[in-house]
């Protein structure tokens, strides 16, 4: 798998991100403080729409931390108007021999995103890469380009999902109950139902490797991605799902995301977020 070629410069990243902080700080400024509303245990039954956003990165690339901080703003100061953004950090694991090994790297990530690769006939997987609802790569130089997927992807029709209350389970504090629901599927298409166990807060301080010294920090990092379901055309979903947490999680740092998408991975329907009460 090639990792160069597309990859971006540091000092390139770094000068696109500020152009992206300061459109994200002056949204901020006429909303007035920033609403924690997509991290919240409500968000899956607010009225925004959801848009799906999958960020393939890793600790071991240079060009990777300006977007990983991009992510988080977008995550905290959801910049577009009417929009969910749910975003997730897919840690890939094609850079943990280069010196550094990511912690939150994972091979059935880099599988998913060589999948994306396959699927919307790609040049190649890099880091930093980003998906928007699984069908359209945003591409980080262009500002232009990603203000017009995101409102594109604002747009969509939705077919609505939902995450119950999250209980921990009461012989144990790390497997945790919750129930998805979704809306009948009026898509021509039948869809998988994924869940997502996300860390909300990672903070990493790299050794080696293109970003030794440096002290990182991440959000809503991958740690779990299971199929859990179908969701035939016509139809629709619900079940309750068991997760289990890695040893050393801690609850009260995770998100839930719930997500309806076409096999391949393809096109998403519908997503949903939440952040257990426990």
Known sequence: MSRHGSVRSSVRAFLVFACFLLQAASFAAEQGPPVEKATTAEASSTNLHPVFVELFTSEG??????????LKKWDTFQPVPGAQLIVLSEHVNYWDHDGW????????????QSSYVSVLHLKG????????DGSQEVHLEDALQMEGVLQKAAAAPRVS?????????????????????TDANFD?????VYLAVALDHVESQVLKGENGGKHLVHVAVVQELTKVGKLPKGKSFG????????PGTDAKNIRLIAFVQEPGPGRLLGAALRKPAI
């Open 61 to 70: 690339c240079s060009s990777c931390p300006p977007a990983d901080v991009l």
């Open 101 to 112: 090994k990511d912690p939150n790297s994972s091979a059935a990530l880099t599988e998913r």
């Open 161 to 181: 999902v939902r995450i119950g209350e999250v209980t921990a389970d009461a012989g144990d504090p790390t497997v945790l109950h919750a129930r998805i629901d």
């Open 125 to 132: 997987p890099y880091t930093p890469q980003m998906i928007v």
């Open 188 to 192: 021509k298409h039948n869809a998988d």
């Open 239 to 246: 079940q309750d799902v068991q997760i289990k947490l890695k």
